[in-house]
Each structure stands twice: as structure tokens, then as C-alpha cells.
């Protein structure tokens, strides 16, 4: 079974970063303390329903975005399948048509 804890605070992180706002930020978006988004972040602590609503308007994505998927791997993936595949086959194509 899946630690949907584990995604859920992986994606919390992932998508504060990405929109570059401190945990404090992300504290006063969520109505909650920035020493409560420290713990969700290290995992001591888990969120109740509501809080996870909170942060997930805070951060601007719908909160099954914070558990569906841990974000920064499927984004690392998806770089990596850019680099490996594609890039080849740019490079190809452009050797090709130009």
C-alpha cells in the first residue's frame, strides 16, 4: 500500500517551492503556523482534512494534486524521457530535414 502521507508531504513541498513562497508564506495562505508546515514537511506531524484544503488553495492546486502522485519525481521523469528520447529525435530531425 502506498504512503499517501509520504506524497502528500513531498508534494506540499514540491509545490511550495515551485511557486517560491517560504513555509511561513504558505503558513499565513493555509490559515495555520509556520511551525505546523515544518512538521508536515519533516513528517511529525500529519494534517487534519481541513488543513490539507487549506494548503492546497494556499499553494493553488487542487488537493488531489498533493496526493496522487509525488510531483517531483514525475516531473525529474519527465525530464529525463526529454533528455534520453526526444532530444535524439530532434537531433535526428533536424540533421534530416535541414
Given amino acids: 500500500m ?3 502521507f509520504e506524497i502528500f508531504r513531498m508534494n506540499m513541498k514540491y ?3 515551485q511557486k517560491q513562497i517560504s513555509q511561513s508564506q504558505l503558513a499565513i495562505g493555509a490559515d495555520c503556523t509556520n511551525g ?5 514537511e519533516a513528517g511529525t506531524t500529519k494534517p487534519s482534512f481541513d488543513r ?3 494548503i492546497a488553495t494556499a499553494l493553488g492546486v487542487h ?3 498533493l496526493f496522487l502522485r ?4 514525475t516531473v525529474a521523469n519527465t525530464k529525463e ?6 532530444l535524439s529525435q530532434i537531433e535526428d530531425f533536424i540533421e534530416k530535414e535541414l
Fill in 36 to 40: 505546523l508546515i515544518g512538521q508536515i
Fill in 63 to 65: 488537493p488531489a494534486d
Fill in 81 to 86: 524521457i526529454l533528455k534520453t528520447k526526444l
Fill in 70 to 73: 509525488n510531483a517531483s519525481t
Fill in 15 to 17: 509545490y511550495r517551492e
Fill in 2 to 4: 502506498e504512503d499517501y
Fill in 52 to 54: 490539507i484544503i487549506n
